[in-house]
């Protein structure tokens, strides 16, 4: 199963986004004795684990907005408009597909696709690019029975990642 995503511009204004209240800042450094942090708030990967696809899908944002990507060489590109998730098989036929706005995360999709498409399909793997790199997304494919190929995303750093001896292949 080959997952990714492409850009669909729209020819309408992006909705403009509530400003946010900046929350108070928090003391650095390690807590005083005695003193009681709040915890931070779980993430949308986190909070996707206990649910259906259907609920998760119903939490993605669909409205127009801005959208960013970076192209195959390297350079980034921006739309206005919307976001096409799909899965698709090996012919290249869809199995399933969901359309997001355009700031929307891949990584944040990519939990209710799989689910999507394994309850309509058998299959081995899951193909996905680096934008799709997220321990949940690896712990879900693994939990379905899936293998996971998912490009490593250096997260900002200049050096490359090397791979594990078992997820070298063996030509």
Partial sequence: MSRDATAIEGRE??????????????????????????????????????????????????LCDRGTKRNSKGFKETWIGYKLQADVNDCGLPVSVAMTSASVDDSQVA???????SAKVDYLYDLMDADYDSNEGYNVSRTLGYVPIIDKNPRGSKQTIPMAPHEVAPY
Avoid: D, N, W, Y
Wanted: glycine share 8%; proline share 11%; net charge positive.
């Fill in 111 to 117: 939990i209710p696709l799989m689910k999507t498409a």
């Fill in 13 to 62: 204004k992006p909705l403009r986004k509530e400003s946010r209240q900046k929350a108070t800042p928090r003391k650095k450094g390690r807590p005083c004795t005695g003193e009681q942090r709040e915890p931070r708030g779980q993430t949308g990967l986190e909070r996707h684990s206990g649910q259906s696809a259907e609920e998760e899908f119903q939490e993605l944002p669909v």
